[in-house]
């Protein structure tokens, strides 16, 4: 990638990149794949780091990790939720980060829990963090130069977390909204909150009056019920064909509630 | 692992490419940006396999890769090297038809036939990896597989009499 600079692109999956280069939304003179990297596709806990996502495991591989199903079940039903079952076999997890499109399912859930994601280039490796990694509709901070490797989820606190895609389809739809949260509980109260929002911003964002609402203080309906209206207002998403701005900070005022009360009752689910 | 290429003189690329499909073994020359479905139709004449709409929406495309269902049109020849590839016409044994393709065609869930081959190999891939499913996991499965004639009803129930036959007979 240093050769070839902004001219090539990293092919992983290629559900994305190929369709793009197809519509012409995308023409680089050169893609590498990275497909025959099998140490890239493993999903496993490191004692010294937390969950390590390899950038080329697939949706479907996300979905029926022993690793993901036993400490972030909420990570294998997003990615069981994603697209249709042929692009879960072929799309990747890092894919679904570089690409960066607003709407992607993966980063909210993986902002939520704090991830990281791992850049190579032949100059080192620098971690980033996911919630710094986007800057914009399809634009992140990893240089044309860079790779990204591997998401990784440090080990936390939280004692459940869940994410809904609110989409105008079952299957093979954008996410009008997408919720994540993560809490950590002690008996009633929540000690630590992370809620992230997809496809509401230019870039996945976090609520954060929202989670200070929320933190040590006793969870009521009503608790919740002013926490998802701040989250709503944090919100700042466009009016577009799949929902107006109005609607969509409504369903985030729903959603957020929903979510919330499913991830403090149910554990990562 | 680097692949044998070919430069031509105008500086074009191809490459040396071993499929296996449907269980024969076929080494083919492709250029770089040649998808798998277009190899499949055009240079192995295995026509069964469909396109629509070529970006990965319609799943008309659909083939099993090492025994799971992809969109041939969106993976390129060059990373389908070496690869375990099944099509439609890889279904049937001889004069025998699949008990899916039997059951399509007992339940008319075949209507134009265009959706028709990508549903029954996801169809198939779902009954390979779970004998028994559920409706709604059926589905599921067929979810990437437009139909715009016959609404998936008797698609559901095809699968589903299918998976029932099958389980008859292991018992």
């Known amino acids: 990638m240093d050769q070839f600079g902004a001219r090539g692109k990293v092919l992983a999956g290629g559900t994305d990149v190929l369709s793009m280069m197809k519509q012409g939304l995308l023409a680089p003179e050169v893609l590498v794949s990275l497909k025959n990297l099998a140490e890239l596709k493993q999903i496993y806990a490191d004692p010294a780091r937390g969950v390590v996502i390899g950038a080329l495991a697939t949706h479907n591989d996300l979905a029926d990790s022993p690793v993901l199903q036993e400490r972030y079940l909420s990570l294998c039903q997003t990615a069981h939720h994603m697209a249709n079952n042929q692009v879960r076999n072929t799309g990747t997890a890092g894919g679904n980060l570089v690409n960066a499109v607003p709407s992607a399912d993966l980063p909210p859930l993986l902002i939520a829990l704090g991830a990281a994601v791992t850049l190579v280039s032949t100059g080192g490796s620098r971690t980033v963090k996911l919630e710094e990694f986007f800057t914009g509709p399809r634009m992140t901070v990893k240089k044309d130069n860079e790779i990204l490797t591997e998401i990784v989820i440090p080990d936390n606190s939280f004692t459940g977390s869940t994410y809904h895609k609110f989409g105008l389809r079952r299957s093979g739809a954008l996410a009008v909204v997408g919720v994540a949260v993560a809490v950590a509980m002690e008996g009633d109260l929540c000690r630590d909150v992370r809620i992230a929002l997809g496809a509401v911003a230019p870039t996945p964002i976090r609520a954060f009056k929202a989670e200070e609402v929320l933190k040590n203080r006793p969870v009521t309906d009503q608790l919740l019920e002013e926490v998802g209206r701040c989250a709503a207002g944090e919100s700042n998403p466009i009016s577009d064909i799949r929902g107006s701005k109005e609607y969509r900070q409504d369903m985030i005022r729903v959603f957020t509630r929903r979510m919330l009360k499913k991830a403090i009752s149910e554990g990562h689910v | ?171």
């Open chain 2, 1 to 171: 692992m680097s692949m044998e290429a070919i430069t031509d003189k105008h500086g074009v690329k191809r490459y040396l490419i071993t499929l296996n499909v449907n269980g024969d073994s076929y080494t083919k020359v492709v250029k770089g940006n040649t998808v798998l479905v277009n190899v499949l139709r055009d240079d192995l004449d295995l026509t069964g396999t469909k396109k629509g709409c070529e970006l990965g929406d319609c799943g008309s495309c659909t083939v099993l890769m090492d025994g799971k269902p992809v969109n041939s049109c969106l993976v390129l020849a060059v990373e389908a090297d070496g690869r375990e590839i099944t099509t439609i016409e890889g279904l049937a044994q001889h004069e025998q038809l699949d008990r899916l393709q039997d059951s399509f065609v007992n339940h008319a869930a075949v209507q134009c036939g265009y959706c028709t081959p990508g549903m029954i190999m996801s169809a198939k891939a779902l009954l390979s990896k779970n004998p028994d499913p559920t409706e709604q996991e059926v589905r599921e499965a067929i979810a990437g597989n437009l139909c715009r004639c016959t609404g998936y009803v008797n698609i559901v129930k095809a699968v589903l009499a299918a998976a029932k036959a099958e389980g008859g007979a292991a018992r």
